[in-house]
């Protein structure tokens, strides 16, 4: 659809309600989950709750299609509040220091041993805390080797790629499982590897073309070296206990890590909501189906308007890529003086000069579900209209991190 068109169908769908507020464009969230399912090619796709953060969309993400299988949570309280609510088949991504969660993981597991949640781990530090935390359990948790698959040239001297597991090798991963199985405490269940550094890296970024031509070609052979250490790392671990799962891959890397014979599963997140990072990659075809309107409060000048507040800036290295991004009217821009402001935000452009007070300015977040820490509530369109307002995880008044 075109952007004016896309504008004036939001304008009419949105005219009785006042901003700020954030919103969801189902048709075009649909639309996102069906060609990630085309991506994966019959390859469950775990659904990252972080990249989300609703209950009712994750429900009825889950619900869409049998090809949704699961979710990928982020912090352990989290989790088990998901796994309150209903949900199964829940792996924690990251490690977690949080003991009094931990011994409610417990508690969990031995109500349900082989439906409980599974917990990420990378370390004999990580079993010990496990371990200490939930003395009283009968069950072993369950829990899952993360496998580094960084990209590391120059002989090791320099890595590409998340800082997160110090597990690398067969060898290694291996010694963890056999670590693992040595416990009373745990039991392991699968193996997760991420591959940051081309799920989450654009390699079309405008204005940038010989460092796209640099990301593409580290990206090549970082994805041709993890296809032959992912398989070698699930063949030595199966050979001391057996996986259930084998988790990789993320939005911008689904349909080659799917392809891989070791994978079992892959994950997805951003690319249902399509935020603006995911707008430079050649591999993805999405539609942006997730922004926040701002209403216009002043007219410094007559060619730029003021919004009201908008400064949500996503996590990560500091940059431009950070900032949200003005999307319609489009031929907006932001002031590079002044940027996006925590009580205000400059636009400027030609559609600045039509902006009056009262009017709307709809921006997209550079990232997926940290939008929703801003709002607490979310409007679905579909087919034009407002069809309903769901809480985030914020409205539900959690703050998980």
């Known amino acids: 659809m075109a952007a004016e068109d896309l504008h004036a169908r939001y304008e009419a769908a ?3 309600l006042t901003a700020p507020f954030a919103f969801v464009d189902l048709d075009a969230m649909w639309a996102n989950a069906d060609d990630l399912l085309r ?8 659904v990252a709750s972080k990249s989300v953060r609703c209950r009712a969309l994750l429900g009825a993400i889950l619900d869409r299609d049998p090809g949704f299988r699961g979710l990928l949570t982020f912090t352990l309280p989290e989790t088990l ?8 088949d829940l792996v ?7 003991r009094d969660a931990l011994a409610r993981l417990g508690r969990l597991t031995d109500a349900d041993p082989d439906r409980a949640p599974a917990m990420m781990v990378d370390s004999p530090a990580h079993l010990d805390m496990i371990e200490a935390a ?45 670590e693992i199985e ?77 392809s891989e014979d070791a994978v079992t599963e892959v994950t997805a997140g951003s690319g249902f909501y399509d935020s603006v990072l995911f707008d430079h990659y050649r591999s993805l ?23 009201l507040g908008g400064g949500y800036l996503a996590s990560g290295a500091p940059g431009k890529d950070r900032l949200p991004e003005p999307y319609l009217p489009r031929g907006l821009r932001l002031d590079a003086l002044e940027g996006a402001g925590e009580v205000q935000t400059p636009v400027l452009g030609e559609p600045a000069a039509r902006l009056e007070v009262g009017d709307h300015v709809y921006f997209r977040h550079a990232k997926a579900g940290e939008l929703c820490e801003r709002f607490p509530s979310l409007y679905l369109v579909e087919g034009g209209r407002v069809v309903d307002e769901v809480p985030t995880y914020r409205g539900e008044g959690r703050t998980f991190l």
């Open 14 to 16: 949105f005219a009785s």
């Open 81 to 88: 509040w998901l796994a309150e609510n209903g949900f199964d």
């Open 92 to 98: 924690l991504a990251y490690p977690t220091a949080d």
């Open 182 to 258: 040595r416990r009373d405490g745990v039991r392991l269940a699968g193996l997760m590897a991420y591959e940051g550094h081309i799920a989450g890296v654009g390699d079309d970024a405008p204005g940038s073309r010989l460092r796209n031509v640099a990301i593409r070609a580290m990206q090549r052979r970082s994805a041709r070296e993890i296809r032959i250490r992912r398989a070698a790392v699930v063949e030595a671990v199966s050979r001391v206990a057996a996986l259930a799962f084998v988790n990789g891959g993320g939005t911008g890397s689904l349909a080659a890590t799917a």
């Open 39 to 46: 991506m994966a090619a019959g390859t469950p796709i775990r």
């Open 134 to 178: 939930t003395a009283d359990a009968v069950s072993p948790l369950r829990v899952c080797i993360e496998l580094d698959v960084g990209w590391w040239p120059l002989g090791g001297r320099v890595k590409v790629g998340p800082k997160r597991s110090p597990v690398r090798t067969p060898d290694q991963a291996a010694a963890l499982a056999q």
């Open 285 to 307: 075809e999405l539609r942006p189906a997730a922004a926040f309107a701002m209403p216009v409060v002043r007219k410094p000048s007559p060619r730029i308007a003021t919004v």
